[in-house]
């Protein structure tokens, strides 16, 4: 077994904060589906911190779930989507939105990021009838490679969508990271903004599991709790869900806990740098990728688990991933045990 283990943002169970919230709330008498006081409440603190008055809020077990909804409730049968090449949908989802009966159109992305210029390429190509026509573009923020869209290329893709009569979602399974960049400049308010649909994830941010979908224009939401019905996505204990983004989004522990894994990330990210280590991609997030010379591949993935993510002129590029639950000295002694390596 290995000593340290940077695998994900997921593998910790939950926040202290929330599995006490969830037991103090476990011996109340709750309505059912959703509309227990707790998830009412959390919408409401959901559409503050959106400056999103009017927004409808869901509440829903996991990400893929999210975008499979998401794509059901914006898209025409005929309809397809555009995502960058690593986007979550394309190759980690198990054709979730192809078994929907819709088509993703996989473009290149720069720095693992949706451009206006490849969704208007996407877009050229799949004007005639009988091309799976462009309803929706997917971008994921943070990106698979850890980047972050500034309020500038949101708001190109904003625009794009509105000449085009496309809409615009964000998986926002890693927001909390995405908007806790320093000098990022891209808010919730920004994200709600531009965005027809978008998700903020608490399974990757200190929940036990959850994502809270948010549709900015009520009107794209009408009859969406029948959709979440149809799809299994209702749950009967719906106050699981609505208890454990209440107490994310009461006092800002949302924020201090993306906040966090940034910055135990900073710490992993500047010590790798320090020992020579160079990177497969720049990630300003949560998500490192070191390059591992072929010396010290065998011995690294020894010592601590984490994902393979590519191979590079004879280096082999590995994804680290930080949490709400990395512990500084963590940090100091694995580095301390990577300098041994070297």
Known sequence: MQKYNFRNDYSEGAHPRILEALARASGEQNEGYGLDRHSLRA????????????????FV??????????????????????AAETGHIHGHESGSIESAGHKIIA?????GKLTAAAARRALEQNREEYCPRPGMLYLSDSSETGTVYTREELQELRELCREEGLRLFVDGARLGSALCVEGGGVTLETVAACADMFTIG???????????LVTPDPALAAGFRRLMKQRGAMLAKGMV???????????????????????QAERLRQGLAGLGFRFFAGSPTNQLFPLLPARVEEPFRRLCACEVWGRQEGETAVRLVTSWATRPETVEAFLRDCAALL
């Open 43 to 58: 919408a409401e603190l959901i559409r503050a911190a959106c400056a999103a008055p009017q927004a409808a809020v869901s």
């Open 202 to 212: 608490g399974t990757k941010n200190g929940a036990l599991l959850g994502e809270a």
């Open 107 to 111: 473009v290149p992305g720069t720095e």
């Open 241 to 263: 869900l609505g208890v454990q983004f209440e107490e994310l989004f009461s006092d800002g522990l949302f924020f201090q806990l993306a906040r966090h894994a940034n910055a």
């Open 61 to 82: 077990e996991g990400g893929t779930q999210a975008n499979l909804l998401a794509a059901a409730a914006l898209l025409r049968p005929w309809e397809s989507v555009v």
